[in-house]
């Protein structure tokens, strides 16, 4: 139920985003147009939405409960410098786990680590 909440609070929140002209922080309003919006949820969580806009913004996620919330999809944009910027994620038990060529890499450990931990 929260996470249906969630889903329309934010798509609300986009729509007016947009008809009001927010510049999104960096000053810069593109009047981008919306092209694609699709929506769809059932009885047992599952759902699915994506949207694109005419600058190549887009999001696409599903996701269903399984003993807690679990999403995956991808989202892009391009960046106030002018890069495009893909993410690809999974939100699961494991917590949010993005990836992306933008995204930096972690040095590797000067360890290895030898215990693992039980919960």
């Avoid at 929506?39 to 994506?50: K, L, P, T, V």
């Amino acid at each position: 139920m929260a996470a249906r909440v969630l889903l329309v609070v934010a798509a609300l929140v986009a729509l007016v985003s947009c008809e009001r002209g927010y510049s999104g922080g960096g000053g810069r309003f593109s009047g981008a147009a919306l092209l694609n919006d699709q929506r769809s949820q059932n009885a047992y969580g599952e759902y699915s939405f994506q949207y694109e806009t005419s600058d190549g913004t887009f999001r696409q996620e599903e996701g269903a409960q399984n003993n807690g919330q679990v999403s995956r999809g991808r989202y892009a944009f391009t960046s106030p410098e002018g890069q495009p910027v893909e993410i690809a994620f999974t939100a699961d038990h494991g917590g949010f786990q993005p990836s992306g060529a933008v995204l930096p890499v972690p040095p590797q450990l000067p360890y290895q680590r030898v215990q693992a931990f039980n919960h």
